[in-house]
């Protein structure tokens, strides 16, 4: 293939991402008013891909339907015991229980105040919590807001961080973590320059700023911290195809971002593990044995032609090609 034809299709594909990821498109209907709960979940059987790939093993995969127009564009994961909470760009909340063997959506509701940026569209992209108190941080697109939550889920705080608000409407926080030490890490997605809150990002302290890159086109949807302090980037790259994306794991040490760069290095290709979709939530927590249980939700961008799939998988950090494969 000469190289022309591949920088067309190359150009093609990221304008079908374009048109997916955009706000406010043809498929894309009014928000809501009313929380329902119907909600259908069902396992799928990944047809030829492996089950093992590396140090990864894939556990359950899962397709969630429902007919209600809050359903659908989730971009963030939080887990905390038994329950997975997956947040959406129409700021819904969908509680999935994972105390059986198969999970089981709770409820869906709409994100309660928002305060004085209630007129910004509700895009959730980011979402952390402390796992001592049980608060967590929710990064929006478009305004380019942060917002904390009590365990409860009651409103905390609120600010439009002034570092934030350079970043493009529709590329702003698209992965965020709080680190053990009370550090935030922001990577946008319409920058290589990530930041590093010294802490709370609401206490307006200056973050200090970091370049990051990450192997070939992928860009960062989601991150979470690994038990080791390490840092497990879930990425995105535009592809031809429909959907049109492609999804791999990268791994990170947070450290080097206080010293101004940082590289995500490969950890596995996602499309060996799982049906090619828009991956955008990630979260994650160690198992007794010491491995690590992984869920991964992806973002259907209220698309006919996407899904949204729910995947668990099993990554065991001493496996001895966890940090090549």
Request: charged residues 25%; negative net charge.
């Amino acid at each position: 293939m000469t190289a022309p034809r591949t920088r067309r299709k190359r150009l093609f594909a990221i304008a079908l991402v374009a048109l997916a990821l955009s706000p406010g498109l043809f498929w894309r209907t009014p928000l809501p008013t009313e929380p329902t709960e119907a909600i259908d979940i069902g396992r799928l059987k990944p047809g030829d891909l492996s089950r093992s790939v590396g140090a990864f093993t894939r556990e359950g995969l899962w397709q969630l339907r429902s007919e209600h127009d809050l359903f659908g564009g989730f971009s963030a994961l939080l887990l905390e015991g038994d329950s997975l909470r997956a947040f959406s760009d129409r700021g819904a909340i969908l509680t999935v229980n994972l105390s059986g063997n198969t999970p089981d959506p709770d409820r869906l509701d709409l994100l309660g105040d928002r305060c004085r940026f209630e007129h910004f569209p509700p895009d959730i992209e980011s979402a952390t919590r402390d796992p001592a108190t049980g608060r967590y941080w929710l990064g929006f697109e478009n305004g380019n807001t942060l917002l904390r939550y009590t365990s409860g889920g009651e409103h905390d705080g609120a600010l439009r961080p002034r570092q934030w608000m350079r970043w493009p409407a529709n590329a702003g926080a698209e992965a965020m973590a709080r680190l053990a030490d009370g550090r935030f890490i922001v990577l946008p997605e319409g920058s290589r320059t990530g930041l590093l809150h010294p802490s709370d990002p609401l206490f307006r302290r200056p973050a200090g700023t970091f370049a990051f890159s990450l192997p070939g086109d992928y860009a960062p949807t989601d991150l979470a911290v690994l038990p080791d302090g390490g840092l497990l980037v879930l990425m995105r790259e535009a592809v031809l195809g429909v959907p049109p994306f492609t999804a791999a794991l990268g791994i990170a040490d947070p450290a080097d971002a206080q010293t101004g760069s940082m590289e995500v290095q490969l950890l596995v290709d996602l499309d060996r593990l799982l049906p090619r979709e828009n991956y955008e939530g990630l979260s994650l927590r160690q198992t007794e044995n010491g491995q690590v249980e992984i869920w991964i939700i992806s973002d259907d961008n209220l698309a006919s032609f996407q899904r949204t799939l729910l995947a668990r998988l099993v990554y065991d950090p001493t496996h001895e090609k966890a940090r090549g494969d």
